[in-house]
T-cell receptor
Framework: DAKTTQPNSMESNEEEPVHLPCNHS???????IHWYRQLPSQGPEYVIH???SNVNNRMASLAIAEDRKSSTLILHRATLRDAAVYYC????????????????FGAGTRLAVHP | GAGVSQSPSNKVTEKGKDVELRCDPI?????LYWYRQSLGQGLEFLIY????????KSGLPSDRFSAERTGGSVSTLTIQRTQQEDSAVYLC????????????FGNGTRLTVT
């Protein structure tokens, strides 16, 4: 499986934007970039995913580098409830590859949000 | 709507005993996954079920671990002869069987082996 690299931790102040980076230099053409987050004492929850183009949804934006070797999850205005561990995961969506059978989680980035 | 439900939420057992953990996936979700998360660690994939296909058991750490999914719905993860290193949060997730379908996780079962 292609690997991702994320900083262990980041900090932000409330109501400021947060940019969470992820490096995936060995990404293949069929890998989608998925982001999940895990709030304290909860299971992970889906945030966003993309392939090549930047993506926006109600939770966040995903900016993908032109060469796809890195991406950035953007929280436009951090709130205290955004304090969580954020996971960047590559998922091979080729039918029959078995890739979308499972997500392989790394250590993620622990985001602290200060009032 | 109802999310993924796991029971029990907490389980304390003595070393050497068998335990069963239950997962009720979201209705209509054909894919079901088990992960475990040790204290302060990331998620470790255990097993994956998809419809009537043979499960992907590649993540099971030993033959003491097994899982079933009956009728394509409820799943049970069984750990035999529990060891202290089995202590962790066991998470279940389900998804539709479609490209990029997100996983929906339950809140897990916290297993403590004494």
């Amino acid at each position: 499986d292609a690997k991702t690299t994320q900083p262990n931790s980041m900090e932000s102040n409330e109501e400021e934007p947060v940019h969470l980076p992820c490096n995936h230099s060995t990404i293949s053409g069929t890998d989608y970039i998925h982001w999940y987050r895990q709030l304290p004492s909860q299971g992970p929850e889906y945030v966003i995913h993309g392939l090549t183009s930047n993506v926006n949804n109600r939770m966040a934006s995903l900016a993908i580098a032109e060469d796809r070797k890195s991406s950035t999850l953007i929280l436009h205005r951090a709130t205290l409830r955004d304090a969580a561990v954020y996971y960047c995961i590559l998922r091979d969506e080729t039918e029959g590859s078995g890739g979308y059978n499972k997500l392989i989680f790394g250590a993620g980035t622990r985001l602290a949000v200060h009032p | 709507g109802a999310g993924v439900s796991q029971s029990p939420s907490n389980k304390v057992t003595e070393k050497g005993k068998d335990v069963e953990l239950r997962c009720d996936p979201i209705s209509g979700h054909t894919a079901l996954y088990w992960y475990r998360q040790s204290l302060g660690q990331g998620l470790e994939f255990l097993i994956y079920f998809q419809g009537n296909s043979a499960p992907d058991k590649s993540g099971l750490p030993s033959d003491r671990f097994s899982a079933e999914r009956t009728g394509g719905s409820v799943s049970t993860l069984t750990i035999q002869r529990t060891q202290q290193e089995d202590s962790a949060v066991y998470l279940c997730a389900s998804s539709l069987d479609r490209t990029n379908s997100p996983l929906h996780f339950g809140n897990g079962t916290r297993l403590t082996v004494t």
